[in-house]
């Protein structure tokens, strides 16, 4: 068996068609690597997981549910060299997605044919989460949800210490390797709980808007518990550099994600490490986060919600 994971973390994410020139025979893409909605070339073959770019973000699977369905539905049946099971991975994150999406590839024999209860458990809530953001409207103190902050803590505290931005794969392998563990306790019967931060701080806005910065691990949990429908979530990064997540609780929600996205992607001037989503959530540019300020883009937005 040879299944192996490659983070790239320096690079905007990729075509579909650049993916399939670039990499070798069994490769699979998962959660934005490649910027495109889910696809699959059974020649190569290769394969591309994903439910942000170019997908209705709630009609669409999360990642690691794809990943799930896929394995059981015969993925490693094609993806294999002389009866052995092949796969080269690639990854340029390592949120709760990627790192449960790995955790399955990597463990594909554990669900290929039975799936135990608690990884079904596991994958479904995190697919609900993560399909909505968070948005989900579930009591934060639901017990389940108190595992789930628990298996994915190392990456939360990573992240709203600022370990994402460092950009040091070493340190994104860390994690993963982190989440792993606390995945495999979880399906043991070992699992922690850990209370949800959802603590934030209203830094602007504007009409049905509300720009924050996040202050706990699971700020947009607690601002959608406090009615806040769509918003823009800040944190900085540097002094001259801040990332954002631009996103709303559902298509429902009158605030039109693609319109904005196209007006600071104007206002940004980049031309490969753009800001990018899907119909309910988008955010700055990958890479380098963002170099327009709190204040630039409430006013931007505000312009485009006035038209």
């Not at 909605?37 to 973000?57: L, W, Y």
């Not at 017990?143 to 994402?164: C, D, H, M, Q, V």
């Not at 380098?288 to 937005?301: A, F, H, R, T, W």
Request: glycine share 8%; hydrophobic share 35%; proline share 4%.
């Amino acid at each position: 068996m040879s299944i192996n994971l490659i983070i790239n973390i320096k690079d905007p994410s990729i075509s579909w068609k650049k993916f399939c020139k670039i990499t070798p025979k069994y490769s699979i893409a998962l959660d934005g690597y490649v910027n495109m909605a889910p696809c699959f070339d059974a020649e190569g073959p290769r394969i591309n997981f994903n439910h942000h770019e170019q997908v209705d973000r709630l009609a669409t699977r999360s990642t690691c549910a794809q990943v799930l369905i896929a394995i059981r539905q015969g993925l490693f049946d094609l993806f294999q060299d002389n009866n052995e099971p092949q796969g080269n991975v690639y990854v340029n994150d390592c949120d709760e997605d990627v790192c449960l999406s790995w955790f399955l590839l990597k463990n594909y024999r554990l669900v290929e044919n039975e799936c135990p209860e608690h990884i079904t458990r596991l994958v479904t809530m995190e697919d609900l989460m993560d399909a909505t953001a968070g948005a989900y409207p579930l009591p934060v103190d639901l017990s389940t949800l108190k595992e789930l902050a628990w298996i994915f803590e190392p990456y939360r505290n990573f992240r709203i210490n600022g370990g994402l931005d460092r950009k040091n794969i070493n340190e994104y392998q860390h994690i993963i390797n982190e989440v792993l563990v606390r995945i495999e306790g979880y399906i043991n019967g070992k699992s922690g709980h850990t209370s949800l931060d959802i603590s934030y701080k209203i830094i602007g806005g504007g009409e049905n808007w509300t720009m924050f910065e996040e202050i706990g691990s699971h700020a947009r949990t607690g601002a959608y518990a406090d009615g806040i429908r769509a918003y823009v979530s800040a944190r900085k990064i540097s002094s001259e550099r801040w990332v954002y997540t631009v996103g709303k609780m559902s298509p429902y929600i009158n605030f039109n994600i693609a319109r904005v996205m196209k007006a600071l992607n104007m206002a940004e001037g980049n031309k490969k490490d753009r800001w990018g989503g899907a119909t309910t959530i988008g955010g700055s540019p990958r890479v380098n986060g963002s170099k327009l300020s709190p204040n630039e883009i409430e006013v931007i937005i505000n312009s485009v919600i006035d038209q």
